[in-house]
């Protein structure tokens, strides 16, 4: 019986970081240069419901049930069971890779239940749809982080392009001409669910002042994708310029996420901003020309990996 393989890219966000949570728009791209891989195989003369997996990459070798409850993984295989009895399953190993930072803004999470959820379905011969999948993944997410916006799991499912608006629907994004990002990992874990309660505390103590700068950055995000569905993306550099000083007076840069901003923009980036929740993690650089000099600028200012990415044109439609 042959392997059942499946993988799934990270995910960044372009803008909108925190204003979202307000009601603001966000746009968030598929990260395909790192992925991660999940393989399914049959063990054959195994019994059934024996389901082994294995993730060198966080020195975890068990048999899925032995696993909490509350265990992603578990709960990933779990969901794609749904009703069934997982004693009646045929006996398998799950073998899952990763090339995706973990807590690092880039979906990390949501990519290993994506390649898993997409590998075991195959193995158990289910058809799912992208938006069965991204239910899925979901449903795992819901587990660790409460109320999760769903842009992980759309993005990463669908493996396109969203802009998104808390309470409706998401939009897919048509992209008009193909531009580049480099992403900058600052060594200093992100501190997302701090720096979401720091904004919040800000914001009960100053509506006025926060809810401007909401809607400043909401409005960023609004002319960003005008720019990149128009196939202008070069300029939207000033506008991640912009939006990494509203995240300053938002209190969630550091000194470090400044110091690579402003490394990246000397050395020629057309823009850069922090991208996630902030206190940590990683910037996101807008770049044509030179990729190396920028590289090179934000290793030597304290950048611990760099990656780097192309985001494709596509044909959706924006009707």
Not at 39 to 52: F, K, W
Not at 125 to 145: A, P, W
Not at 201 to 220: C, M, T, V, Y
Not at 229 to 258: K, R, Y
């Amino acid at each position: 019986m042959p392997a059942f393989t499946a993988t799934a890219p990270g995910k960044i966000i372009l803008f909108g970081e925190h204003a979202v949570v307000y009601g603001e728009p966000a746009i968030a791209v598929p990260v395909s240069s790192v992925q991660t891989r999940a393989v399914v195989n049959a063990v054959i003369g195994g019994s059934s419901g024996e389901i082994q997996i294995e993730a060198p990459d966080i020195s975890l070798s068990a048999a899925v049930m032995e696993l909490d409850p509350d265990h992603p993984l578990r709960a990933a295989v779990m969901a794609v069971l749904g009703d069934k009895d997982p004693g009646e399953m045929p006996a398998c190993n799950i073998r899952i890779s990763s090339s995706i930072p973990v807590a690092s803004g880039l979906g990390s999470g949501a990519a290993v239940s994506a390649a898993l959820i997409r590998a075991l379905s195959a193995f158990l011969g289910q058809r799912l749809t992208d938006e069965q999948v991204s239910h899925l993944i979901f449903e795992v997410e819901k587990i660790h982080h409460d109320t999760p916006s769903g842009i992980d799991n759309t993005v990463i499912a669908h493996q396109k392009p969203i802009y998104y608006v808390k309470g409706e629907p998401f939009q897919f994004l048509s992209i008009e001409s193909p531009f580049s990002i480099l992403i900058a990992d600052s060594g200093i874990p992100g501190h997302t669910q701090e720096a979401v309660q720091r904004v919040r505390q800000n914001w009960i103590n100053n509506p006025d002042r926060f809810d401007l700068l909401f809607k400043s950055i909401g409005g960023i995000s609004k002319m960003s994708k005008e720019l990149i569905q128009s196939g202008s993306p070069a300029d939207i550099g000033p506008l991640m310029n912009e939006n990494h000083l509203l995240l300053q007076e938002l209190g969630v840069s550091t000194p470090e996420l400044d110091h690579l901003v402003d490394a990246a923009r000397q050395a020629g980036a057309l823009g850069a901003k922090l991208s996630g929740g902030g206190l940590g993690g990683n910037i996101i650089v807008l770049v044509d020309e030179g990729i190396d000099k920028i590289t090179e600028a934000l290793t030597k200012s304290g950048a611990v990996h760099t990656l780097n990415s192309t985001i494709p044109s596509n044909q959706i439609s924006t009707d």
